[in-house]
């Protein structure tokens, strides 16, 4: 039996007796067991625990930044609590008890467990190492000042630093050590073993039940897991019978079939603000930046078949996602496959990594710093490779915080290399919250206000890079673009036509804009387009003149030929109806002749991956016709 005796606030004096419980949680929430009043705001709602374990040992659980000391030191996670211990929480000098601790009868015959040694605990030795490290500076700097006293202590001294060197070196090792097993102490032992039986192996499986890794996903509900958006999109990708499976951990592993995904509804939208055109800020000496951000990658497979309650995670409460700070103690766990030997295995069995790690900031979608509510991009320093993807992230609690999405690289020989920095990125928990409770769409709306915010920063590219082309496009000295039309369109890439070649599955959607165009001009066929590159094709009298590269900003600049100016006097290779550089020149050596007016049409295109974010979204395509006429004389 359990005896709280508090010791000060408006608590003081009050006793609680908790019997026949071996998990004991303190906080001000209503479900606690040892219950604060709520204008107690020094303890949070679920502020820590104790648990017994099979010894009869209590020991500390900790639920990440709330404070908890035990007689006047910070505590550890999986600390054993003796017997009479003052535990203090907040603060040293906040909301304190005494824990009396009572044996229950004993039911067998065994006798009572001798006395057991103690191992220092992680924040012991992490304090002894700081304190030899700095203890070997003082003494190299003791020494370094007898240096200068006189060449009579020249050998001394320098044997005396070069012990201190290695005193320090074997410090500054302790120390990083110790760390390191204090943040592996802080993820504990059982919320290691839930994190790895929690994540499940996404896999697309083709019509000969040929398996392809595509990502990580983990469970949240009786048959739903979550995963990151540009994972579940993939399903979006499968042709007549294929589908996209998720395999559980472990030899022989349950295999559950995903009949329905559903992406964060910010998703699609925020990746269509990002190409609604190429943003661009100045920087030193005349760079430039384009705006990106990261942002809603989050998502839910629905599957067939009751998934296991104990592989169940929760996500984080609203009290620990704010109180989230860098330096945080994380854990991951997932299905890493890019570049790894032997990574078909997976598909036969998985076995997923586990990884421990630390918060190194808190940012919004642009990586700017912003008010808590936007700060929903986690940086930490946790391994992130193609396979990872939709890995589930926990802080001390066990707890989701973040969803595992993207990270920093660079390309060698075709190989992504992670950047040293090892700073990498997560969905705040939050996003998926929204998601299931349905909440996410009010939500967006006020973020779009930000977006547009953080866009004002930058010059639209719209205003820069059309006159940048009708500069460069300028086909004589002493001419002028004037503007002879404009057309807008509006295409959605899913409502046209499914291709499929080889590995790809794209669709594409097009419109025709029709024009009469005067021949003996040269012209600029300019599209602003939306949702990245596109390309414009030219038809003069029904047949392809020329086309534009795939670009933002495709255009294409020719003079368009009379039919008498396209004749090279080979029936079978007559010059482009309109024409550039060389043919342009010998086409405008030769007589218009009949000059009546041509038959143009333009084609813009809408061609997008079937598994791309942007697939499905209504962009807009502006499209400028220029005609180059002489300057006006002053």
Excluded at 113 to 119: K, L, S
Excluded at 142 to 163: D, H, P
Excluded at 303 to 312: C, E, F, I, K, M
Excluded at 379 to 400: E, F, K, N, Y
Aim: charged share 20%; aromatic share 6%.
């Amino acid at each position: 039996m359990l005896t709280i005796r508090h010791l000060n606030g408006s608590l003081a004096g009050s006793e609680v007796k908790v019997e026949s419980k071996d998990r004991v949680v303190f906080g001000r929430q209503l479900d606690c067991d040892v219950q604060y009043p709520p204008e107690e705001t020094a303890v949070a709602r679920h502020h820590f625990a104790i648990a017994r374990k099979p010894s009869g040992s209590w020991t500390v659980e900790l639920f990440g930044t709330p404070f908890v000391a035990i007689d006047a030191t910070p505590a550890d996670n999986g600390q054993v609590v003796r017997d009479g211990a003052r535990i203090e929480l907040g603060r040293i000098g906040g909301p304190a008890f005494t824990l009396h601790i009572s044996e229950d009868a004993r039911t067998d015959n065994y006798l009572k467990t001798a006395g057991q040694a103690e191992a220092p605990s992680p924040r012991a030795v992490a304090t002894q190492a700081s304190t030899m490290a700095r203890l070997a500076r003082t003494v190299a700097a003791v020494a370094a000042v007898l240096a200068l006293g006189g060449a009579g202590f020249a050998a001394y001294n320098m044997i005396s630093a070069s012990n201190t060197a290695a005193r320090l070196d074997a410090a500054q090792k302790e120390f990083a050590g110790a760390l390191a097993r204090e943040v592996s102490l802080r993820i504990g032992p059982e919320v290691r073993a839930h994190l790895s039986r929690a994540v499940y192996h996404v896999q697309l499986q083709d019509a000969q039940q040929r398996i392809q890794a595509g990502g990580t996903a983990w469970v949240v509900g009786p048959n739903l897991l979550a995963t990151n958006a540009h994972v579940a999109i993939l399903r979006e990708g499968l042709r007549p019978r294929e589908r996209m499976i998720v395999r559980a951990p472990g030899e022989n592993g349950a295999i559950y079939e995903v009949v329905e995904h559903k992406l964060h509804p910010g998703y699609v939208p925020f990746n269509a603000f990002l190409q609604s055109d190429q943003r661009l800020i100045s920087q030193y000496r005349g760079g430039i930046k384009w705006l990106s951000g990261n942002g809603y990658d989050v998502a839910t497979l629905r599957v067939t078949g009751t998934l296991p309650d104990n592989a169940r995670l929760e996500l984080a409460t609203p009290d620990e996602i704010n109180a989230l700070a860098a330096g945080a103690p994380l854990a991951t766990s997932g299905y890493p496959t890019e570049g790894l030997t032997n990574a078909w295995s997976q598909g036969l069995g998985a076995t997923p990594e586990q990884h421990l790690g630390v918060v190194t900031s808190l940012t919004d979608m642009f990586h700017l710093p912003a008010k808590q509510a936007q700060r929903q991009l986690v940086h930490h320093d946790l391994p992130s490779t193609g396979g990872q993807s939709g890995s589930p992230i926990v802080g001390a609690s066990g707890r989701v915080i973040a969803l595992l999405n993207s990270g920093n690289s660079f390309m060698v020989n075709g190989r992504r290399i992670p950047n040293a920095a090892q700073v990498n990125y997560g969905q705040r928990a939050d996003l998926l919250r929204e998601l299931m409770d349905g909440s996410a769409e009010q939500k967006l709306a006020e973020a779009r206000e930000h977006w547009k915010a953080v866009s004002e920063n930058f010059a639209p590219g719209k205003d820069v890079f059309p006159a940048n082309i009708l500069n460069e496009s300028r086909p004589a000295d002493g001419v002028r673009p004037r503007l002879f039309a404009e057309v807008t369109r509006k295409l959605n890439a899913k409502a046209g036509k499914r291709l499929a070649e080889k590995n790809d599955d794209f669709y594409v959607n097009f419109s025709e804009i029709p024009l009469k165009l005067a021949p003996g001009a040269d012209y600029t066929f300019l599209a602003l387009a939306e949702g990245g590159s596109t390309r414009i094709d030219l038809y003069v009298d029904g047949k392809l003149a020329t086309k534009a590269v795939a670009d933002h900003y495709p255009f294409v600049s020719c003079r368009l030929l009379s039919t008498s100016q396209q004749n090279t006097g080979n029936p079978e290779r007559p010059r482009a109806g309109c024409a550039k550089e060389a043919e342009r020149v010998d086409g405008m050596r030769i007589p218009e002749g009949n000059a009546n007016a041509r038959d143009i049409d333009l084609v813009v295109y809408n061609i997008k991956d079937a598994t791309d974010a942007l697939a499905s979204a209504d962009l807009t395509y502006l499209l400028r016709i220029y005609q180059w006429v002489p300057e006006r004389r002053p």
